[in-house]
């Protein structure tokens, strides 16, 4: 079974990257299934598998009796119609029923850990948290994202904070005041309040149905780009692949730094989870965000941010003197429910859940 999973995501890994690259270019086709299967020496079975994980995250398109053709285009070199109008998709959503899809961690699994926390670590709860986190949670963390997200980050690249909302304060402290933030429009409300709030400027960015156009990244003067490229709120778009390596493209041009906001993406119903813009570019571009509100319950206030290799020493700098805002016990049960493996069995049962819904 290992096998197979290693074969049929390094048949994805190979394609991906070769159509990212223009090996395959928009509109040609793949080689059949069982012509692959031939050339890689795996079943078509094993194929299929890696071609429905490109059909998912839009790299490429089936067409009947006729097999697969690439979809994906750089919107960073080809000018593509960016679809729609936002407000066709912010009608579609409203908070209560947002609100309303969250699904929580059981909470007989929830209550185990937290005694198992209390009975094997006893009054190390009660010790004063690092300034960045307890070492436990973000090596947790560390090995977590590495077999789960394909995020290769050490403990020392990762912060903990109080959720989201004290993460983004952190970030302008960090970057400053004296840039321009670009924000998705219409995005998550309380990110514009809380960026004016440290007073920081923000630039309105208009999405388009694969993320923010084309032309509006062009127009603004944003050094600064704040993005949810996975189900951003409340429009509901998920930014397309093309569009994620656009962001990159954008960022790098202009040594701008890119604010990923991976807000609850780990319950993409796909089979295999979406490609971050930190695994795809994590030495100096982008800032990765996440929290357990979602994925855990709203009242466990943990988040954690990943800050890019070559900068995290200065940025961490800048912020060191901040102690940690999440109690040793919460953060000793986030890191059990992670190496015991009842988070990701928690994820793994709601995605299956959500696959059978739509």
Known sequence: MESRTAAYLRIYTTLREQITNGDYKHGNRLPSKRILAEETGTSVVTVEHAYNLLLDEGYIEAKERSGYFVSYTSEDSFPVGEGGEIETFAEKVVTDQYEASLETFPFPGFARTMRRVLSEYGEKILEKSPN??????????????QRSRNIHVSSEQILVGAGSEYLYSLIVQMLGRDKVYGLEDPSYEKIRKIYAANGAEYDLLKLGSKGIQSSELRRTDAQVLHVTPFDSFPSGITATAGKRQEYIAWAKKRHAIIIEDDYASEFSPSTKSEDTLYSLEPEKTVIYLNTFTKTLSPSVRIG?????EKHADELKEKIGFYSCTVPMFDQYVVAELLNSGDFERHINRVRRKRR???
């Open 304 to 308: 954690y941010m990943l800050l890019p």
């Open 132 to 145: 960045e986190g307890s070492l436990f949670l973000r090596e947790s963390l560390s090995r977590y994202l």
């Open 356 to 358: 059978q819904i739509t």
